[in-house]
């Protein structure tokens, strides 16, 4: 009941010098603002770099054929070289964590129609590759599973291919030589850019894997089979799983070393996320930095006013107010004016995160914890800010406050 | 510990100052009581103690030595902050400026002491500030700022404020140095009010026109009691009636009858 009374005491106060209230506030409000929006723009980059990650596919195991029983003498009789459709399957059937599987059989070649020609890679997948890959198509269709059974004679243009043939239109209804199989185009993938390593991405063509083990590749082993994961949490036990599939479907003895390696993306997704989140904390050190800043300027202000109301607080010591009712009401008024700066801060960065999303066409992202964060911190900065002032107030004689001028 | 019923008991209270190398004795060993219902007037010349021994009886200071005793309550003893609850409990204090609180209304300069009771004496501070608002005559101007009032009225809003504890001793530090003759003689017809419905008041002033009106005059000089005489008090209210009247005959006779009803309001 005093507690809340004396609260009243500080807000009436607050509301009664407008104009101070708002300038002790304003370094609150801008510093709160500054690490919102800092902490915002921090979060779109990492998400968008997340994104970018996806992209390769963090939640994508690669399984290639093993080098370490190439020419090693512990190749066994009955052990496999490569992988087979098998494998693949087995996977397909037995995995609880594939989400996706997709053997992948490369072959490199010309392709003729449109402009002209352009030596790149066909790729023969399954429909489970562009989602195992993140990879949508700019226009046209992915071919579908019945397609993919009978081998049909289609083919998914990556963005390069398509620039290079056929710069002045859609390359969607028209045909292709491929090694004088004709083909029909019946998509474009969305550019991907590329790869970290320099190699375009973009510079491939899909079509199915029977299509191009029958019509376009006499000597087309699976060079590698894709398995994408639900959650990219599952990647480790994924691994394990299906190292043990392969194993069992390779026929391999406990004794025997794998024939056949699993590659994941994880490692490169953790680097990644190292990197923003540094950044991240970077910004938000930053505007941290305007934080303190503001909440020295409460301090200013609250040792003026300390000075200014000498007199008020002799009378209320003189009618009995304690030096603890004086600092405590003294302490309550910076804390609510940091609170409520803080809260207008908080106002102001989303305002901000937001303005900089849609006019700058950056990812901003502003999370409740951010917000309480930022709450928690500014009342912090009034506490302590607070703290001095009021003890100067509450310390005051009252004989000396009350003759003050 | 004290054996009569007097409200306050000074015994062979000294202060003494350092200031720089040199010692200043401010009071020398006072001795005093006053019983419960005196209107008592501390008088002297500034630097005659007054003040000082005005800040121990107020609980504002504490004594070098000697003791002080206020209802009993040995205060020269008392920490910082029961000395604090000793003002806001037993004392009311009226000041020569006033010391109002700026832009806030008569009503909450009024309950302000409430604010600070630890004991919580009074449930409703709104009505308590009110009924005391209304002893002095403010009853009508509660919703008034400092700035909207006069002189008189601000400092019944400061013997309002005064009251509303309900203490056991009024202490008016020069309560009428800042206000006209008029208003001087309203402001110790209300004391004398008071002090007829039973308050016990201690006025310090160097001013002869505001102690005639007490019935006791206890005047220091370099920290020792002088003089302490009771004396049948003037009327203030008789002053009041003689004044108004008197300025309403020079009135008459100096100006001319159109003028009057703009004086009148």
Known sequence: MR???????????IIKNKMRTLLTMLGIIIGVGAVIIMVAIGEGAQSQIEEQIQNLGTNMLVITPGAANAGGVSQGSGSFNRLRGEDADKIRNESIYAAGVSEVIFTRTQIVGGAGNWRSTIHGVTTDYPIIRDWDLSSGRFFDASEERTGKKVLILGATIAENLFPDRDPVGERVLVRNVPMDVIGVLEPKGQTADGNDQDDVALAPVLTVQRRLSNWSFIRQILVNTYSPDDIPEAQEEIKAIMRESHGL??????????????????????????????????????????GIGIMNIMLVSVTERTREIGIRMAIGARGGDVLT??????????????????????????????????ATAVNTQTVVIAIVFSAAVGIFFGFYPARKAAKLNPIDALRFE | MSESNAVIQVRQVTKTYTMGSNKVHALQGVDM?????????????????????????????????????????????????????????????????????????????????????????????????????????????????????????????AIARALVTNPSIVLADEPTGNLDSQTTVEVMQLFQELNDEGVTIILVTHEDEVARYAKRIVELRDGNIIKDITQEPDSAADDLKALIARKAAAEAATTPSETETVDAG
């Open chain 1, 3 to 13: 507690a809340f009374r004396l609260i009243k005491v500080a807000g009436k106060s």
């Open chain 1, 253 to 294: 003895a406990a004794w025997e070393p794998d024939d056949f390696e699993i590659r994941n993306q994880e490692q490169l997704s953790e680097a990644a996320q190292g990197t923003t989140e540094v950044m991240t904390a970077l910004l938000a050190a930053i505007a941290s930095i305007s934080l303190l800043v503001g």
């Open chain 1, 329 to 362: 009401q003294f302490l309550i008024e910076s804390i609510v004016m940091s609170i409520l700066g803080g809260a207008l801060g908080i106002a102001l960065g989303m305002g901000g995160s937001a303005l900089l999303g849609s006019t700058m066409g950056w």
């Open chain 2, 33 to 157: 009581e006053v019983q419960p219902g005196e209107l008592l007037a501390i008088m002297g010349a500034s630097g005659s103690g007054k003040s000082t021994l005005m800040n121990i009886i107020g609980g504002l200071d504490y004594p070098t030595s000697g003791s002080y005793h206020l209802d009993g309550i040995e205060v020269n003893k008392l920490s910082k902050n029961e000395l604090a609850d000793i003002r806001n409990h037993k004392i009311g204090f009226v000041f020569q400026g006033f010391n109002l609180l700026a832009r806030t209304s008569a009503i909450e300069n009024t309950e302000l002491p409430l604010l600070y009771d630890r004991q919580n004496r009074h449930k409703n501070h709104r009505e308590a500030a009110r009924k005391s608002l209304e002893r002095v005559g403010l009853g009508e101007r509660v919703d008034h700022h400092p700035n909207e009032l006069s002189g008189g009225q601000q400092q019944r809003v």
